[in-house]
């Protein structure tokens, strides 16, 4: 007889499967496959964050637990995290500017406070109607960026909420969006490579006019017939490592979920769908970019970007 061990479409036929091999099929399976990151709690804007400029910019809705970031050809507005983290799973619920989004830039990252910071970005670049927005990623370690990717969403990120997050340990960045990994920036000290891990940063977001490069270089401006641009956010949740803002080291280094060997890479699934991105949604990768690169950054061989 067939019987099948609920687990993707593995299949064994045998006369007879106990539970203890289902089990253990299920088992291997988590080490085969690996385990996404814990999936986020709800929780009301005021818990985890603050609003930072044009206060009346921003409008709460449901008690908090949903709000909407407004611009106007006056301000944009934006918030960040109450406090500052050391390693962890960061991770925000947004539904981007709808219809001609063109030359607004939502941002959700994280950085550190001192001139030589480290920084994680997502920038969603807008566009004209029809066209499809522009995710943008960059990492700056030691005060130092120019390591942007661009790609293309498989979804109309405007048509709902959708999450974005970074899982950052002391092995590796990885941007996932909806549990899909498409970037990975590994711990490459190694091999010269300067790595976030002694700065903590803050949370931030906002929605910023940037018309003077945001869409098609600056080609593209804002319509501001079209205003008010609102973004929505919910989902606040915030599972990182607290410390102060002066901290060097998280005093339960080792300890937490995301620091287990299950996190400390990706496993083959997850390495698969992450090519699936680059092959078919990616735009712009400074690490094949040869006008600015004539040699590679070293990273870009260990994050399997080349």
Not at 11 to 37: E, I, N
Not at 55 to 77: A, C, M, P, Q, R
Not at 191 to 203: L, R
Request: hydrophobic residues 35%; charged residues 20%; aromatic residues 16%.
């Amino acid at each position: 007889m067939s019987v099948q061990c609920l687990f993707g479409v593995m299949r064994v036929r045998m006369g007879r499967l106990s539970s203890t091999l289902c089990l253990t099929f299920l088992v291997m399976a988590k080490v085969a496959f690996g385990v996404p990151p814990k999936k986020s709690i709800n929780v009301p804007f005021g818990r985890n964050y603050f609003p930072t400029w044009a206060f009346d910019h921003i409008k709460y809705l449901n008690g908090g637990s949903e709000v909407h970031l407004v611009l106007d050809k006056y301000t944009g507005t934006g918030f960040q995290s109450k406090g500052s983290y050391l390693f962890g799973h960061f991770s925000m619920h947004i539904k981007m500017v709808a219809g001609d989004s063109a030359g607004t830039v939502t941002a959700f990252y994280l950085s550190s406070q001192n001139s030589e910071h480290d920084e994680i970005d997502f920038e969603f670049l807008g566009n004209r109607t029809g066209q499809p927005y522009i995710l943008q990623t960059n990492v700056f370690t030691g005060g130092t960026g120019n390591r942007e990717q661009r790609i293309n969403l498989w979804f109309d990120p405007s048509k709902d909420y959708h999450s974005y997050s970074v899982l950052w340990n002391m092995y590796q960045i990885v941007f996932f969006v909806d549990d899909v990994p498409i970037r990975v920036f590994k711990n490459s000290k190694d091999i010269g490579v300067k790595f976030p891990f002694n700065q903590p940063m803050k949370i931030y977001s906002s929605l910023w006019n940037a018309d003077d490069w945001a869409t098609r270089g600056g080609l593209e401006k804002t319509n501001w017939e079209k205003a008010p641009f609102v973004a929505s956010y919910r989902g606040f949740h915030v599972d990182g490592c607290e410390v102060s803002v002066n901290a060097k080291f998280c005093e339960t280094q080792g300890k937490r979920w995301w620091d287990q060997k299950e996190f400390q890479d990706l496993d083959a699934n997850q390495y698969k769908r992450l090519k699936w991105v680059r092959k078919r949604y990616t735009i712009y990768n400074y690490c094949t970019d040869r006008v600015r690169f004539p040699v590679p950054p070293p990273e870009c061989h260990r994050d399997r970007d080349i």
